[in-house]
């Protein structure tokens, strides 16, 4: 069914519909005014005094550059976490909508689902990892609001055709969600790019893993200029700090940098899993399209604990659905994938 806007203003809690923002009257000045008495601020400190850009207006503005998207299509939050969150908070009744999703898959949208009182219908994917696409549209009902998708998937490392996410995005009476956390590492182009056909789709990106910056706290959600203001409607103000604001805007001048620092995530990554299949005890190595490798072991749990006591940690997967004996190892520097191979090698 073709979705519009009309329809996702309908699929808006009333509350929030309705809810009249919290404003600063900053905005309205800048530019114009060279005196602030209006926040209570302290004079000293520059430039941390001051409260920080509500809607982070030049970072947005260098970021719809990149991405060939408009600023009024960027919501930036804490994380890609907090784009998660809001979206529960902005289109789920608590104890009446729903959220569709799949397993396994990244544990967030659970976890916020059930912070909102939110049911969570999970649809397991097929055994080959693959979108179980018509198990899913029929997992909805009237009451289902969101449908998240990961792709590449988190934790089994696999991106979505297309045309599947198509059919779901079509199909699907809600937002759907991708969330596209991995999308640097992936062959697979970003949905970035068909934003503007679908207006029910939300794209999310984040600085915390190709970009090497988890720490800084950033993430991204694309969509419908619609969408994005009521997550700005709903957004704590000052969500993302000054300096947070500064660092992404340098480092998004080190987008070469950046690809560089991917290419090399990529070659470290063929060689690791080339290496981790011949090892004897090894069973299954799946095709990966992220930073990491889900790879099926004969004893988990065990592994993992041997690895654990040489002080190496990777995250054991294996009570997730379909991931029974499952280790799922992020890559490193080609030392580090050395260190664990030459761990799995003595215990294997
Ligand atoms: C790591 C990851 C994120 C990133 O979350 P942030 O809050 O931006 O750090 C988002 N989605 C998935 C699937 C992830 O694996």
Redesign the pocket.
Known sequence: MRKTCDSIEAWVRPNIRRLKPYSSARNEFSGVASVWLDANESPFNTPYNRYPDPLQSALKQRLAGQRGVAPEQIFL????????DLLYRIFCQPGKHNAVSIAP??G?YRVCAEINDVAYREVTLNADFSLPVEAILQAADADSRLLFL?SP??PTGNAFPAADIERLINGFDGIVVV?E??IDFSSQPSWLGRLCEFPNLVV??????AWGS?GV???MAFALPLIIGYFNKVKYPYNIGEPVQRYALAMLDRADEVRRWVADTLAVRSRFVEQLAALPSVRQVYPSD?NFVLVRVDEAELLYDRLVAEGIVVRNRSTVTLCGNCLRITIGTADEMNVLLEAMRRYL
């Open positions: 939050g804490v994380g890609s976490d907090e784009a998660i898959t990244y967030m990961c998937n988190n969330d956390a991995y999310l990106q984040t600085f915390s893993k988890a706290r950033l993430g992220a």
